[in-house]
């Protein structure tokens, strides 16, 4: 492992908050075979919109919705244990717009997105190559679909 000190570049570390820890929601929506389907949605649209975004961002849960992200609460210091990370989410998604994956035109997103950390972040972390990263990443979607994903619209 290469270690290097970079001038003014700072790098914190923390417990998850309330020593809890989640896996990502950020593709949730409501299955065809939903014996509720109006309830399941309403639920959907509760969870993702601003009420429960900005309690979920207090708690220390990453949001993605701009109108959380850029509070300026969470900008405060004493907010930044837990969502000091918020700035550069905001600079990120700015860098975005325009940008549309067809990972959400997919029935196998969910499964997708969650197996698409693994290879990405050993890339970011340096343990392998951004070539190697896209070819497992290649490898477990062909596995998740079966073959070539089917892409909807």
């Not at 929601?25 to 969870?47: C, N, Q, R, T």
């Not at 969910?110 to 972390?125: D, F, R, V």
């Amino acid at each position: 492992m290469q270690t290097e000190k970079v001038a003014g570049a700072q790098m914190g570390v923390a417990e998850a908050p309330e020593k809890k820890a989640y896996i990502g929601g950020f593709l949730l929506a409501v299955s065809a075979s939903s014996a509720h389907p109006k309830e399941a949605m309403d639920f959907v649209a509760y969870i993702g919109g601003h009420d429960a975004q900005m309690e979920f961002a207090k708690a220390g849960g990453t949001s993605t919705l701009m109108s959380v992200l850029s509070d300026p609460a969470f900008a405060a210091p004493e907010s930044r244990a837990k969502t000091g990370h918020f700035a550069t989410l905001l600079e990120i998604f700015e860098s975005m717009k325009g940008f549309r994956s067809n990972l959400f035109d997919t029935p196998f997103g969910a499964k997708i997105y969650n197996t698409m950390q693994i290879p990405l972040q050993s890339a970011a972390a340096g343990q392998i190559s951004a070539r190697q990263a896209a070819e497992q990443l290649a490898g477990e979607v062909e596995k998740i679909c079966g073959g070539p994903c089917p892409i909807g619209k």
